[in-house]
């Protein structure tokens, strides 16, 4: 008779232990999917954001190259000899 009741005390706290793993797993499965979710998330901000930046970076580098063509067309040539440098020092003639 001791076994027969130690057999469903043993049978309760089985079942008991099974149904504490069951809500344990159902926790873990819920945190676990809010984990990807989160994780989902920030790698399409990321996305975004290394998007934005390198349209940043390509319409910096089209505004260089545009202003590099207006400099060349704008761009002038001085040429200044040894002697006008040289009377230019005497002269005291300063050319900004």
Same mark, same amino acid.
């Given at each position: 008779?001791?076994? +027969?009741?130690?057999? $469903? +005390?043993?049978?309760?706290?089985?079942?008991?232990?099974?149904?504490?793993?069951?809500?344990?797993? $159902? !926790?873990?499965?819920?945190?676990?999917?809010?984990?990807?979710?989160?994780?989902?998330? +920030?790698?399409?901000?990321? @996305?975004?954001?290394?998007?934005? $930046?390198?349209?940043?970076?390509? @319409?910096? @580098?089209?505004?260089? @190259?545009? *202003?590099?063509? +207006?400099? *060349? *067309?704008?761009?002038?040539?001085?040429?200044?000899?040894?002697?006008?440098?040289? $009377?230019?020092? *005497?002269?005291?003639? !300063?050319?900004?």
């Amino acid at each position: 008779m001791a076994d +027969q009741k130690d057999i $469903e +005390q043993n049978s309760e706290q089985t079942l008991l232990t099974l149904e504490q793993l069951s809500q344990t797993l $159902e !926790v873990m499965t819920c945190v676990v999917d809010r984990l990807k979710s989160h994780l989902t998330r +920030q790698m399409s901000l990321n @996305a975004e954001l290394f998007q934005d $930046e390198e349209r940043l970076r390509q @319409a910096e @580098a089209e505004e260089r @190259a545009e *202003k590099s063509k +207006q400099l *060349k *067309k704008e761009s002038v040539v001085v040429e200044i000899t040894q002697r006008e440098l040289e $009377e230019g020092i *005497k002269g005291k003639k !300063v050319v900004h």
